[in-house]
């Protein structure tokens, strides 16, 4: 058979059934993260009142970090708090914060209100609801194109246009006879005119779709969106993909601005960027296996000087004999906001560039030999936390001899298992492109074991892979893993991979059977719905990036079951000061308690702002309104009435490092010269550079008309990773250019010493 169909048929048989098939014969011991102070989520009665005014809820802190927490709409919304692919939370340094969300509008449908919160300091926030109460063509509720002639917005975004402008995104369920279907119609935006602030004036809303200047739309059906405004370059740029309801195979539509005046955008036509049906080859031959069966939605960024990428998670169609024979990570790139991208190079000429078997191999048997080598050093990676070695088999009383480490033993599998390098990456992910072209991204992936019991796991064809590659539902080290590349279109094996989040217990747990509804389901695992998140500091030059992910932080163990019973959710959080080469502590930030309903605390539906600062970034999340007795828990009511929140995360580490990357298979090896940290200074500060071969260095530093101040360095240097502190003590304040020669390559960047 085939090695890609016997992925497939694996995934398929054994993702349902996974909680049941996790049975081992000693439990797993997880030391768990730092932890906030316990507290109590506010939960406020009030609906649709004039009053939504509401300041900080609670606020706890740890020694390096803080946590504050405001409930900015109680409304009840119905915004589907499992969907990762919108953008519901904006952050600009000088203006604030804008929040947009669906409202819940009744018990009987999908959509609703469109309502929008914005804050100047992420304390005091100001709601304005009902934003979808009219259309562009002059229709006013109740008469508006939808079913039911009431307003019916979903899966909204936030944005600010240049000048302050608060920007909400969200498609509209139409009616057929206006461009809609069942769940697709138009996406539309509106602006408040007035500017952050307590007073709001929100325009009526335009068109996104260019098309819609004709009914039905041209293309019709638009649904599920994932929007951004740019505020880089000359001229602010609104971008969208949305992909269409009714398309068989479902296709992406890219929607961009071409101009921007005073908050209003005027919109390009939409073009399909990207297929389930994508060809190539003059399009003879589909890209994606079995035509985007396994293949994600799009996700993409793209940074102020517009360069950015589109990533998508899939098998190629040819997976069985040629490479990319993993389920791996695609994507594109532009250079120009989005206008253009790469269109006829990468694999087989389709614009599309690919992380390598090779490289995934790699990376992933570097981080198990990191990860078994130095327990001590990383006693929460554990590769595969439920693996029994020398252990006496609880039905035979025999002693099972079983060496940890390449060969798993498993209770409930004849014979051994054995780990074959790679993993499987999910379909849930987010990308980040930084200021200087490096694609970042974070996803959930699964590392590879193979069943002795079922044939073996030789390497016969010598191809890198066990034969019977098989993941049997072990999901051990299963968790947020997150990726980096500086250039990785021309230096496609020059990637970095971090374990973020070992999210193995979670994913073990019998959620099915569990007093938590809705978090799995006959047609999506957990891994689907505890997705990750990153952004970027917004300072100029930064280093700093943001994680965020929820997952089950609390659990019953059955000693008579053998499985994890769930009982809380909470969100975990960390920061980088490098452009995540290292990590600070993951930090349980909610730790709300849980328990038995109507006890329950679940932070669902997370979303990182836009951007943060280098000390601070908001989040947006959602909690289930489980005193609502409305809904029967089988029906999954709590994706209709949950409350929002923003949550303002602080942390200045300044590089306290938890989670790092130790071997240099892990690294990436093109010469990097860092930006200084901190910046500005006084009067110390850090320069940190990697060189990828021994060789001589010089460092040169310049005050601002380009005069040379003095020679830092000028010395041979091994490879790696180095350090130098520089020591502003006798120089005056000023802007000052560090300037470094590596290899015949030079580098350069800013700093400001403030005394």
């Known amino acids: 058979m085939k090695k890609t169909v016997m992925i497939i048929m694996a995934m398929l048989i054994a993702i349902p059934i996974f909680g049941?098939?996790?049975?081992?014969?000693?439990?797993?011991?997880?030391?768990?993260?730092?932890?906030?102070?316990?507290?109590?989520e506010p939960v406020y009665l009030n609906t649709f009142g004039a009053d939504h005014r509401f300041g900080p809820a609670v606020q706890h802190s740890n020694r390096d970090s803080d946590w504050s927490v405001s409930l900015i709409d109680s409304s009840l919304n119905g915004y589907g708090p499992y969907n990762p692919t919108p953008n519901p939370l904006a952050h600009a340094m000088d203006e604030g914060y804008v929040a947009v969300y669906r409202q819940f509008q009744g018990l009987s449908v999908t959509a609703g209100y469109i309502g929008a919160s914005q804050s100047e300091d992420g304390e005091e926030w100001f709601t304005e609801q009902t934003l979808n109460t009219r259309y562009p063509t002059g229709e006013e509720e109740p008469n508006l194109p939808t079913a039911t002639g009431t307003a019916q917005g979903r899966y909204p975004s936030a944005g600010f246009a240049p000048g302050g402008n608060p920007t909400a995104i969200w498609n509209e369920y139409t009616n057929s006879d206006h461009g809609g279907g069942t769940y697709g119609g138009y996406p539309l935006y509106t602006y408040d005119s007035q500017g952050v602030g307590e007073f709001s004036t929100w325009v009526n809303p335009f068109h996104i779709n260019n098309g819609c200047g004709t009914t039905p739309c041209d293309p019709m059906d638009l649904w599920n969106g994932n929007s951004w405004i740019n505020s880089g370059g000359g001229n602010p740029v609104m971008y969208s993909i949305y992909n269409g309801w009714s398309d068989t195979p479902a296709n992406y539509y890219w929607i961009r601005s071409n101009f921007h005046a005073n908050g209003y955008f005027i919109m390009n036509d939409p073009f399909i960027i990207?297929?389930?049906?994508?060809?190539?080859?003059?399009?003879?031959?589909?890209?994606?296996?079995d035509f985007g069966n396994y293949t994600s939605r799009p996700d993409y960024h793209i940074n102020p000087d517009g360069v950015g990428y589109m990533g998508q998670i899939s098998y190629s169609a040819d997976s069985d004999t040629e490479e990319p024979k993993m389920h791996t990570f695609w994507f594109k790139k532009t250079e120009d906001y989005g206008d253009t991208w790469t269109s006829d190079e990468g694999y087989m000429n389709s614009g599309y560039h690919y992380i390598n078997?090779?490289?995934?191999?790699?990376?992933?048997?570097?981080?198990?030999?990191?990860?078994?080598?130095?327990?001590?050093?990383?006693?929460?990676?554990?590769?595969?936390?439920?693996?029994?070695?020398?252990?006496?088999?609880?039905?035979?009383?025999?002693?099972?001899?079983?060496?940890?480490?390449?060969?798993?033993?498993?209770?409930?599998?004849?014979?051994?298992?054995f780990l074959t390098p790679g993993w499987f990456f999910y379909y849930d992910?987010?990308?980040?492109?930084?200021?200087?072209?490096?694609?970042?991204?974070?996803?959930?992936?699964?590392?590879?074991?193979?069943?002795?019991?079922?044939?073996?796991c030789d390497d016969l064809d010598g191809d890198g892979f066990a034969d019977t590659l098989y993941t049997e539902g072990r999901f051990g080290s299963g968790g947020h893993y997150y990726f980096y590349n500086p250039d990785p279109i021309d230096?496609?094996?020059?990637?970095?991979?971090?374990?973020?989040?070992?999210?193995?217990?979670?994913?073990?747990?019998?959620?099915?059977?569990?007093?938590?509804?809705?978090?799995?389901?006959?047609?999506?695992?957990?891994?689907?719905?505890?997705?990750?998140?990153?952004?970027?500091?917004?300072?100029?030059?930064?280093?700093?990036?943001?994680?965020?992910?929820?997952?089950?932080?609390?659990?019953?163990?059955?000693?008579?079951?053998?499985?994890?019973?769930?009982?809380?959710?909470?969100?975990y959080m960390m920061k980088s000061v490098d452009l995540g080469e290292t990590w600070t502590e993951l930090e349980n930030v909610t730790n709300t308690p849980g328990g038995i309903y109507p006890d329950k605390h679940l932070e669902v539906g997370i979303h990182l702002a836009s951007t943060g600062t280098d000390d601070d970034v908001a989040l947006f999340f959602q909690m289930p309104d489980f005193y609502t007795e409305t809904y029967p828990p089988s029906t999954g009511y709590e994706d209709f009435m949950n409350r929002v929140y923003i949550g303002i995360y602080s942390n200045d580490a300044q590089g306290e490092v938890t989670v790092g990357n130790d071997l240099d298979e892990l690294g990436p090896t093109k010469f990097t010269l860092q930006q200084n940290y901190p910046n500005p200074f006084n009067p110390i500060t850090q320069i940190k550079y990697d060189i990828d071969r021994a060789g001589d260095i010089v460092l040169d530093l310049f005050d601002i008309r380009g005069a040379k101040v003095k020679t830092l360095i000028n010395e041979y240097h091994a490879a790696g990773s180095h350090l130098f502190t520089l020591d502003g003590s006798n120089l005056a304040s000023g802007v000052y250019f560090y300037s470094m020669t590596a290899n015949g390559i030079n580098k350069t960047r800013k700093l400001v010493l403030m005394k």
Not at 547 to 554: D, K
């Open 20 to 40: 049941r098939t996790m049975k081992t014969s000693k439990k797993a011991i997880r030391q768990l993260p730092k932890k906030m102070p316990r507290l109590q």
């Open 491 to 571: 230096q496609p094996n020059n990637w970095r991979a971090t374990l973020l989040n070992d999210l193995s217990e979670t994913y073990y747990a019998d959620w099915a059977t569990s007093d938590i509804p809705h978090i799995n389901s006959d047609a999506y695992p957990p891994m689907y719905y505890f997705y990750p998140q990153i952004t970027l500091s917004e300072v100029e030059d930064s280093q700093v990036m943001w994680y965020a992910g929820y997952e089950g932080s609390a659990f019953t163990w059955s000693e008579d079951t053998m499985f994890y019973y769930p009982q809380d959710v909470d969100i």
């Open 429 to 456: 992910f987010d990308v980040r492109t930084d200021n200087d072209g490096g694609l970042h991204f974070t996803t959930v992936a699964v590392p590879f074991v193979c069943p002795d019991s079922i044939g073996g």
């Open 274 to 289: 990207a297929s389930d049906g994508e060809t190539t080859d003059g399009g003879m031959t589909p890209l994606w296996y």
């Open 357 to 417: 078997d090779e490289t995934i191999i790699r990376l992933s048997d570097s981080l198990f030999t990191l990860f078994t080598e130095n327990a001590d050093d990383y006693p929460e990676q554990l590769w595969y936390p439920d693996a029994v070695c020398d252990s006496v088999d609880a039905a035979t009383g025999d002693t099972i001899e079983v060496a940890c480490g390449d060969s798993i033993y498993f209770s409930n599998v004849d014979g051994p298992c």
